[in-house]
């Protein structure tokens, strides 16, 4: 028995990857996204809008910069809570545990793969920069359904590259990230959903609390939440309070009455 238990444990160890599979070029496990620093599809960090950067990291893990890998205060919160509570909420992972995930591992929720997680999370901390790890995260992470990575998420929401993104845009794509193909309903209707319009409303005021952007730039975005995904409104109407502002519903009703009408 110790020695089967010995011979699947080395198996493990040497299934793990190592410094090279971390570094180099590889089809991610989960979503079979090629990754591959200096290829024509991935996009370096410098290239990548510095507000998205900020706002990724303020809604995903705001101590990225200072954990290595794990934020125990998170953990011990969470447990904190869920023993009080009786309920334990799943979730808030790291950006380099989701990297860990995304890069390595299936969606299977087992003992087992929490194990592998943790272990692959501390090679990733300990092979690669947190700026390596946020590019590669950003690379591979899923924005919808069948889009994975910043450069595809830009191209297919707002036709522009990852450098162009604007605030209210970065916010839109962090709103998604904890369920994208559910958060990202709101494109396809061309309409923020009530849930949408409030948690970007939300991000862009964190943002603004935490000294992400300036007073111009949330004055700007706070306006743009306003008309998200619909035509930008006349130069005139761009101070209207947003309780003012028609929202798609609104327009439809006001022609089938104008139809009634004629």
């Known amino acids: 028995m110790f020695t089967l238990m010995a011979g699947a444990l080395a198996c493990l160890w040497m ?55 794990f934020d125990w205060d998170a953990i011990e919160k969470n447990a904190r809570d869920g023993w009080e509570s009786g309920v334990f909420k799943r979730g808030g992972s790291t950006i380099t545990q989701q ?37 590669r995260y950003l ?18 929401y707002f036709q522009k590259s990852p450098a ?39 991000i862009v005021e964190d943002m603004y609390r935490y000294h992400r952007i300036s007073q111009e730039e949330y004055d700007v975005a706070i306006n743009q939440v306003s008309y998200f995904f619909q035509p930008e409104p006349p130069p005139e109407e761009i101070n209207v309070p947003a309780e003012e502002i028609p929202t798609l519903e609104d327009l439809e009703n006001a022609e089938m009455e104008e139809e009634v009408e004629g």
């Open 15 to 69: 299934w793990l990857p190592t410094e090279k599979d971390i570094k180099g070029c590889l089809t991610t496990r989960m979503y079979q996204v090629e990754l591959c620093p200096g290829s024509k599809s991935y996009v370096p960090l410098k290239q990548i809008s510095s507000t998205l950067q900020k706002t990724i990291i303020l809604t995903e893990d705001s101590n990225f910069y200072n954990h290595s890998g």
């Open 139 to 156: 690379n591979v992470v899923e924005f919808g359904k069948d889009i994975y990575g910043v450069k595809a998420a830009a191209k297919y």
């Open 164 to 202: 162009e993104l604007s605030v209210v845009e970065s916010a839109f794509l962090a709103m998604v990230l904890p369920n994208p193909v559910k958060y990202s309903k709101s494109y396809y209707r061309k309409e923020l959903t009530p849930f949408a319009r409030k948690r970007l409303s939300r």
């Open 99 to 135: 990297l860990a995930k995304n890069m390595f591992l299936t969606k299977d929720r087992t003992f087992v793969r929490k194990g592998l997680e943790a272990i692959i999370t501390d090679r990733i901390e300990k092979t690669l920069t947190k700026k390596e790890i946020l590019e």
